[in-house]
C-alpha cells in the first residue's frame, strides 16, 4: 500500500478545486516572488535560530522512527528534525526549502510520547508534506489583510478538515497500532500523560464520539459542539475516522473498501459540512431558509449591503437565489419564525453548523460593526447555542498542525 492509495478522497477532490482557483493562483504566485527576492525569511534559518537541530548521533532513536515514516510513506528527499523548548504538546511540518523537508517538535512531546505514539505525530506531520497541502496557503489566506470571500473560506474550512484526516492516516500507515494513535490524539487534547492520574482507555474515548454524534442530545448533555467546528476535527471524531481506515482493507487484507471507508468517514465529517444548502429534507429547507433570510439580514445591519457583501453572498449562494429580489425588511420581519422553524426541527450541532456559516459570511466583510455582532449573538442566543461560540468562530485562527 503506498500513502497516495491511502488518502482521503475529499482531501484531494477539495485540494484540486482550490489549487485551480485563481484567489489561491494569485497568492502562490506573490508568495513566490517574495521567496525569490528574499522577502520571507527562511524557514531553515529560522529554525537553526530558535530550535535546536536534532542530528542522528544526538536522537539515534527519533531518527530512526523519522526513516521508518520516510520509508513507509516513499518519500526521497533530505529530511531535518528540530526541538524547541515547550511546555505545550506540539508538532510542525514546514513547506520545503531547497529540497529539504523541516519538522519541528517541542521538547515535551517528545518527552512524553512512547515510540508508536511518536511514530503516529512524525508520520501525520508527514503526510502534510507528501500530499502537498502546504501548496495551499491557508495562513495566508484567512489572515490576509483582505478577508478571503465567504465561499473559499468555507471551502478552505472544509479542505483542512479533510487534510487533516489524510495526514492522521499517513500518521496510522507509519505507527500500525489503533490503541497507540488513539492515546497520542488523547495526549494531544488533554495534555494528560501520566496514567496515575487518567488511565486511557480506548472503549471510553471512542463513547465521546456516540455522545456527540446523538442527534436527539437535549441542552447539557453530550460534548461541548463548539469543537466541531474549529479548523482540525475533534479528537473523538479523529479517532473514529481512524478506527474505520484501520478496519479498512488499506491497513489490512480484508474489511471494508475504499469508497465505503469515504462514504462513512463523510458521514461523520458532514456535521461540519454545509450540506444543508442543497439538502432536500424538512430540516435542510428550514436551515437554508434561516441561513439565507439571516445572512442578508447581517449584511444589511450595518450601513447597507455593500458591493463586497453582495458578491461574497452571490458567490456563497450560487445561481440558486437572486439577491436582487431578496426584499431584506421583509426577511428580517420573518426571521424570528424561521428560527423558531429550524430551533423545532434540527438538532443543536445543526444549529451551530448554521451560525458558523453566518459567521464566515459576516467577516468577509471587515471590520465587523457592532450592529452585526449583536444580530449574531441575538441568533446564537435565540437558537440556544453555547455563549462564546459567536467569538470563536469569528476570532478563529487557522493552519495546518
Request: charged letters at 25%; glycine letters at 4%.
Amino acid at each position: 500500500m503506498t500513502a497516495s492509495a491511502i488518502r482521503c478522497s475529499n482531501d484531494l477532490k477539495l485540494s484540486k478545486a482550490l489549487l485551480a482557483r485563481q484567489e489561491i493562483k494569485r497568492l502562490n504566485r506573490s508568495i513566490k516572488r517574495q521567496s525569490e527576492k528574499g522577502e520571507q525569511s527562511a524557514t531553515r534559518r529560522h529554525l537553526l535560530a530558535t530550535s535546536v537541530r536534532l542530528s542522528p548521533g544526538m536522537a539515534a532513536g527519533v531518527h530512526q522512527k523519522a526513516d521508518l515514516c520516510v520509508e513507509r510513506l516513499g518519500i526521497d528527499s533530505p529530511l531535518e528534525l528540530y526541538a524547541y523548548a515547550s511546555p505545550q504538546f506540539n508538532a510542525a511540518c514546514f513547506k520545503p526549502e531547497e529540497g529539504r523537508v523541516f519538522i519541528m517538535f517541542s521538547s515535551s512531546l517528545l518527552e512524553a510520547f512512547n515510540d508508536s505514539e511518536l511514530l503516529f505525530v512524525m508520520g501525520h506531520e508527514l503526510g502534510h508534506h507528501v500530499y502537498d497541502h502546504h501548496q495551499i496557503p491557508i495562513g495566508y489566506v484567512l489572515r490576509g489583510r483582505q478577508p478571503p470571500p465567504a465561499d473559499l473560506a468555507l471551502d478552505l474550512f472544509a479542505w483542512s478538515r479533510y487534510a487533516e484526516i489524510s495526514a492522521d492516516r499517513a500518521g496510522a500507515f507509519c505507527a500500525q497500532d489503533l490503541e497507540s494513535v488513539a492515546r497520542a490524539l488523547f495526549k494531544l487534547a488533554s495534555g494528560i500523560t501520566d496514567e496515575r492520574v487518567v488511565r486511557f482507555e480506548l472503549h471510553e474515548f471512542l463513547a465521546q464520539v456516540d455522545d456527540m454524534l446523538a442527534f436527539d442530545d437535549k441542552p447539557g448533555q453530550g460534548a461541548p459542539k463548539q469543537d466541531w467546528f474549529s479548523t482540525h476535527p475533534f479528537s473523538p471524531l479523529r479517532v473514529k475516522a481512524l478506527k474505520l481506515f484501520h478496519e479498512s482493507d488499506l491497513m489490512g487484507t480484508t474489511g471494508m473498501d475504499k469508497p465505503t471507508l469515504e462514504d462513512q468517514v463523510h458521514q461523520i465529517m458532514s456535521l461540519m459540512e454545509p450540506d444543508y444548502l442543497q439538502g432536500k429534507t424538512d430540516s435542510s429547507r428550514a436551515m437554508r431558509d434561516l441561513f439565507l433570510a439571516a445572512a442578508v439580514v447581517i449584511a444589511n445591519a450595518y450601513e447597507g449591503i455593500s458591493k463586497k457583501e453582495r458578491d461574497s453572498l452571490k458567490r456563497y449562494l450560487g445561481k440558486t437565489y437572486s439577491l436582487d429580489t431578496l426584499d431584506s425588511d421583509r426577511l428580517k420581519e420573518d426571521l424570528p419564525r424561521r428560527i423558531v422553524e429550524v430551533k423545532d426541527r434540527v438538532s443543536q450541532a445543526q444549529r451551530m453548523q448554521v451560525l458558523r456559516d453566518l459567521c464566515v459570511v459576516a467577516a468577509s466583510e471587515q471590520p465587523i460593526s457592532d450592529a452585526e455582532r449583536d444580530l449574531l449573538n441575538h441568533i446564537a442566543s435565540e437558537l440556544e447555542v453555547p455563549v462564546g461560540f459567536v467569538v470563536q468562530c469569528l476570532e478563529s485562527d487557522i493552519e495546518l498542525d
